[in-house]
């Protein structure tokens, strides 16, 4: 059997669910690299570019722990997803950076996946995939029928409070020890790209740690993609990154929920559209002026000690807060 290697980063945690469905409809077998661990980031570090994001040097470090268990390498040359707008420059040049700093990997499947015009669907995109595996169209047409009907259900779970990890471990028959909507005394949005929140390794169990110290939280993952986009209207002019306006628009509907009690805006150094996305956000917070807010910058130097000490400060000053105003509303 054919194996195909994807790297448990960058958009992992938005399409594996839908690619694992197709490849193995395919009767591909899909391999995953291990969780992120010192010897991965160690290993992205040393290969990749100095310049590049803690992400993207992450990536490296999963490729390199796939590159000797796969044929191919599934790292698909992500320009655009939707009409209008694009991913960051740094996606489309994965497979060239890849291959210029790691001559010797197996071959890379980096067919273009660019929705910015239309014309181009996904169906056309995995097709053309497919068509290196097989060429029978009604199997590569089940496939993808496949793989939507996986990306549904993969959605249905985001919006149900479910975290991106979490929903895969349902997909995938697993049991989910935690789950998004736990009723805890503190409510907490969470800002911040999949790839960073969600791989518990760069994030210093970010979730976790808010977890324990009594917070429930909701992230942009858990909002439908219309909320996003009729957050993001109010802006003065529409934002050209897809991601960056899913971050923007969940900011401006977390700002706007009474339900919350604080925010929290989780970012990597060195990435460019974070830094304008986050000082958006940071203005916006600044100027409403409703909820506390706190912007987290991690890079490969960040330390596990100064994160939960302005976690643990952060809760308290919310707590605090909540008790003050509860006192008000008894005496006032």
């Not at 054919?2 to 399409?15: D, E, H, K, M």
């Not at 975290?163 to 907490?188: C, M, W, Y």
């Not at 909002?223 to 986009?229: A, K, R, S, T, V």
């Not at 934002?239 to 919350?260: P, S, V």
Request: proline share 6%; glycine share 6%.
């Amino acid at each position: 059997m054919v194996t195909l290697g994807i790297p448990r980063a960058l958009l992992f945690y938005y399409y594996y669910p839908l690619w694992r469905a197709f490849f193995t409809k395919l009767g591909v077998q899909v391999i995953v690299s291990p969780v992120t661990n010192k010897k991965i980031l160690d290993s992205g570090l040393h290969t990749a570019l100095d310049e590049a994001c803690l992400p993207v040097k992450l990536f490296f470090g999963h490729v390199l722990a796939l590159a000797d268990r796969v044929d191919y390498l599934f790292v698909p040359r992500l320009i655009s997803v939707e009409h209008k707008a694009y991913i960051c420059p740094k996606f489309m040049g994965l497979p060239d950076m890849l291959r210029a700093r790691l001559p010797h990997l197996p071959p890379i499947i980096d067919l273009p996946v660019d929705f910015h015009r239309p014309g181009p669907t996904l169906d056309d995109f995995l097709e053309a995939v497919g068509s290196i595996f097989t060429q029978d169209r009604l199997l590569i047409r089940k496939a993808f029928q496949s793989a939507h009907e996986t990306h549904q259900q993969f959605q249905k779970l985001l919006e149900s409070g479910l975290l991106p990890p979490e929903a895969i471990s349902v997909l995938e028959d697993e049991e989910v020890t935690h789950r998004g909507g736990q009723d805890n005394f503190l409510k907490i949005g969470l800002l911040g790209h999949a790839y960073n929140l969600y791989d518990p390794f760069i994030s210093m169990d970010l979730i976790g740690k808010l977890r324990k110290m009594d917070a429930s939280l909701i992230t942009a993952d858990s909002l439908p993609p219309d909320l996003i986009e009729q957050q993001v209207k109010r802006l003065p002019k529409r934002l050209f990154w897809t991601l960056g306006k899913k971050m923007l628009g969940a900011a401006l509907n977390f700002f706007e929920n009474k339900q919350l009690d604080g925010i929290i805006y989780l970012t990597s150094f060195g990435c460019g559209p974070e830094s304008f996305v986050g000082e958006l956000v940071e203005r916006w917070a600044k100027r409403r002026a409703v909820l506390p807010f706190m912007l987290l910058t991690i890079d490969e130097h960040t330390g596990e000690a100064g994160l939960v000490t302005r976690l643990e400060a952060f809760l308290e000053m919310i707590k605090r807060r909540k008790k003050n105003e509860n006192h008000l509303s008894t005496y006032g």
